[in-house]
């Protein structure tokens, strides 16, 4: 079974910036897809930030020109920098990888607990 720790959520003053990272480990032969999603309360999951191991990168709409994304493939870790935070990116952010394992041919999808980012007026 795979593991995502997630490490780097907290407290924020609007306008500040925050860094999650988010490291996989397991029996892991590769990872094709490292992310982020986030869920406030009484509103839908939604798309914060994915790369590729090619390094190909897509944002939500929200975030745009205010975060980044990078992974390291040595490590199966991605780093997630928040630039410019307002209190609207208040959520929980969640983990996820899609990763093939060393048992499996196929590739299947991991989560992480979630981590809490709370961005104050």
């Known amino acids: 079974q795979v593991q995502l720790v997630e490490s780097g959520g907290g407290l924020v003053q609007a306008g500040g910036s925050l860094k999650l990272s988010c490291v996989a480990s397991g029996s892991i032969f590769s990872v094709n897809v490292m992310g982020w999603y986030r869920q406030a309360p009484g509103k839908q999951r939604e798309l914060v930030a994915n790369?590729?191991?090619?390094?190909?990168?897509n944002f939500g709409n929200s975030v745009k020109g205010r975060f980044t994304i990078s992974i390291d493939n040595a490590k199966n870790a991605v780093l997630l920098e928040m630039n410019s935070l307002k209190p609207d990116d208040t959520a929980v952010y969640y983990c996820?990888?899609?990763?093939?394992?060393?048992?499996?041919?196929?590739?299947?999808?991991?989560w992480g607990q979630g981590t809490q980012v709370t961005v104050s007026s």
């Open positions: 790369i590729l191991s090619g390094g190909s990168t």
């Open positions: 996820y990888a899609v990763i093939l394992t060393r048992q499996l041919s196929r590739a299947e999808t991991y």
